[in-house]
């Protein structure tokens, strides 16, 4: 990513662009929280979008920081996340609470690879506030969500897994790791590989709306991502599903109406009643699928001709609240492996 910014290496350059320009990407962004209490919904809902800014803010200056090697990125990650371990107390057992913690956390466990793994300046008593907030506020929020019997869309399995893997890593812990892979693969939840994606690629939630579905998308390929870099082959589970998932999603909302739809009984019994795929958000493309089609294709030689429609579309990726993004210069590089 440094060769290409700093070689202006297009098409990566132009995600590079649109993030330097992101205000959460800023050294002088100011910070909505820090909070004692966080949620995306019930009492303390008027928190949602300040603390998302204040998270999108630590990843994002930890990824500028990266890349650019400007220590005031690294200066204002590292202000937003101690500011929050130190004042953070809870997150309340409200509805959406498992997607706050796996969206939020995965932000944050990302930062601090970026932080801790480069001579960011960040503090061992520092580490050792922001290590606590992870431990003790937000993965109790995901064991909760795996030990609950299945109840919501696959989305959220995704996301929370997303969360948990990169957590497992970040602390060398082996059994979470196993446990979050064996959820991906094995879980009894709407999201996992076999349970979000049928085999003809159609999703869950095709039959919710097309922007649920992609956030779905977007959380499994990162879990699989992540394990790629540990060594693991997760993409090519059930014969490679994912890649028909993301063809399946990225056919329809170019236009293509020739997709098979079926009513399938989801695992938790409360979403099957959705007879047709849904035009809700059809067209709109988050950036999720140059991860996707760096692996596929360029990793593994297989052919993704709708994926690569959609990117010739809307390549260079930007921003997304809930994924890693800008994709044209973060996955764009077929590795080694």
């Not at 004042?87 to 466990?109: C, F, H, Q, R, Y």
């Not at 993965?139 to 919501?152: E, I, N, R």
């Not at 039959?207 to 790629?228: K, P, T, Y």
Request: hydrophobic share 35%; proline share 4%.
């Amino acid at each position: 990513m440094q060769g290409v910014v700093q070689n202006k290496t297009l098409p990566g350059y132009g995600s590079y662009l649109l993030l330097a320009a992101h205000p959460c990407a800023s050294p002088s962004y100011q910070l909505n929280g820090p909070f004692q209490t966080i949620s995306r919904d019930g009492e303390f809902r008027f928190t949602k979008s300040k603390m998302e800014m204040d998270f999108s803010a630590a990843y994002l200056n930890a990824l500028m920081w990266a890349i650019t090697k400007n220590k005031e990125h690294a200066k204002k990650a590292i202000e937003v996340l101690v500011a929050y371990a130190d004042v953070l107390k809870t997150i309340p057992a409200t509805n959406d609470a498992p997607l706050l913690a796996g969206l939020e956390g995965s932000k944050i466990v990302n930062a601090m690879e970026l932080l801790l793994h480069s001579n960011s300046g960040i503090k061992k008593e520092q580490v050792a506030k922001i290590n606590k907030m992870i431990t003790g506020i937000f993965l109790p929020v995901c064991d909760g969500f795996y030990q609950a019997k299945a109840y919501t869309n696959g989305n959220w399995g995704a996301i929370v897994t997303r969360m948990y893997i990169g957590a497992a890593i970040y602390f060398n812990d082996e059994k979470m790791y196993n446990k979050a892979v064996d959820f991906y693969t094995n879980g009894n939840d709407n999201g996992t590989i076999k349970n979000y994606i049928n085999d003809t690629g159609q999703i869950q939630e095709s039959g919710r709306d097309q922007g649920h579905s992609q956030l779905g998308l977007g959380g499994l390929a990162s879990i699989c991502e992540i394990a790629w870099n540990q060594g693991d082959d997760l993409y090519r589970a059930l014969h490679n599903r994912l890649l028909k998932g993301f063809e399946y999603v990225a056919k329809y909302n170019l236009g293509n109406d020739d997709v098979p739809f079926v009513v399938w009984k989801d695992v938790t019994g409360k979403y099957s009643d959705w007879t047709k795929i849904s035009t809700i958000s059809r067209g709109n493309f988050i950036p999720v699928y140059e991860m996707v089609y760096n692996h596929y294709v360029r990793r593994k030689g297989l052919a993704m001709p709708f994926t690569k429609q959609v990117i010739e579309k809307i390549r260079p990726e930007g921003y997304d609240r809930d994924q890693p993004a800008f994709g044209t210069l973060t996955f764009n590089n077929p590795g080694n492996k």
